[in-house]
C-alpha cells in the first residue's frame, strides 16, 4: 500500500540520512525503482512529473500500475506516489486519483500567491493524509517546461512557507535539473544552513541530483537535507545501456528485437543507478 511521505522523511532528517525520489517513466523504470529499494530494504519515493503522468497515459493509470506492482511483486518498504513539480490544478487531480503526496511548485509566483495557493493544498493533503513538498527560490535547468535560474531561496520566505504545515521543503541553493555545466558555482552550504536554521526539523528537498559530487551530497545531508530527487542520471544511464546493445548488434542476433530482452540492459542500468544512490543517501536497511 502506497504510503505518504512524512514518516520516511522525519525518520531520515532524524537519522541523518535522505530518502531519494527516482522519477518514473514507464513500467520497466517503476519496476526496476521498486525492486530495487526492496532488495536493498529501503524506503522509496516514485516521483512523477506532469510531463511523464501524460506520456504515460494520465494519473490513474499510473496508481494502477504502481498498486499492482506493489501487490504482485510483494514490495513491503515504505513507498510514496508523488507528484513531482505539480500545478495547482495538477495537484488537486493527483489527490484525486490516488497518489500518497504532491508537490506544489509555486515558485515562480510572487511569495504571497504562492503561500495561499500552499495553504489551500495543505489543507486537503491533511485532511487526506497525504505528504506536501513546497518550494522557495526556483531550482534552475529545465522541469517540463518550467524553466528556472538557479538561485538560491530567501531563508524568510522559506520558513513562511514551512508554518504553513507542509511536509517537506524544497529550496533553492544553486542546484539545478538536468546536467550540470562546467562552470557550475556548487551548492550554496550558507543558504542551506540559514534555511535549516529557520526551519528547524522540516526535512529539506535538494532537487537535480544528478552529478552533483559525492561530499557536497553528503554535506548537504548533514545540513538537513533528507530527500534527494534523481530523474536524468537514471535517463542516462538508461539509453547509454540501450545504445550499447543496438550498437553491438545485438537487437539483430536471434529474438533479440524482442523488447522484453531490448529494453533488459536499461532497466539494469536503472537499478544499479538506484542502488548507487541509495547506498550513497545512506537510505538502505532504513525500510
Ligand atoms: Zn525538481
Known sequence: MLVSAKEMLTKAKEG?????????????????ILLTAQELNSPVILGVSEGAGKY???YKTVVGMVNGMLEELNITVPVALHLDHGSY???KKCIEAG????????????????IAKTKELVAICNEKGLSIEAEVG?????????????EC??????????DLGVTMLAAGIGNIHGKYPDNWAGLSFETLDAVQQKTGTMPLV?????????????????????????????????????????EAGKDLEGKGFDPRKLLAPGFEAIKATVKEKMELFGSVNKA
Open 153 to 162: 531561496a530567501d531563508p524568510n520566505e522559506c520558513k513562511m512557507i514551512a
Open 16 to 32: 541523518h540520512y535522505a530518502v531519494g525520489q527516482f522519477n518514473i517513466n514507464n513500467l520497466e523504470w517503476t519496476k526496476a
Open 89 to 91: 490544478e495538477g495537484a
Open 56 to 58: 504515460m497515459a494520465g
Open 99 to 114: 497518489f500518497s503526496s504532491v508537490m506544489f511548485d509555486g515558485s515562480h509566483y510572487p511569495i504571497e500567491e504562492n
Open 138 to 150: 526556483s531550482i534552475g535547468g529545465e522541469e517540463d517546461g518550467v524553466i528556472g535560474a538557479g
Open 206 to 246: 535538494l532537487h537535480g541530483g544528478t552529478g552533483i559530487p559525492e561530499d557536497m551530497i553528503k554535506k548537504a545531508i548533514s545540513l538537513g537535507v533528507s530527500k534527494i530527487n534523481v530523474n536524468t542520471e537514471c535517463q542516462l544511464a538508461f539509453a547509454d545501456a540501450t545504445r550499447k546493445y543496438i
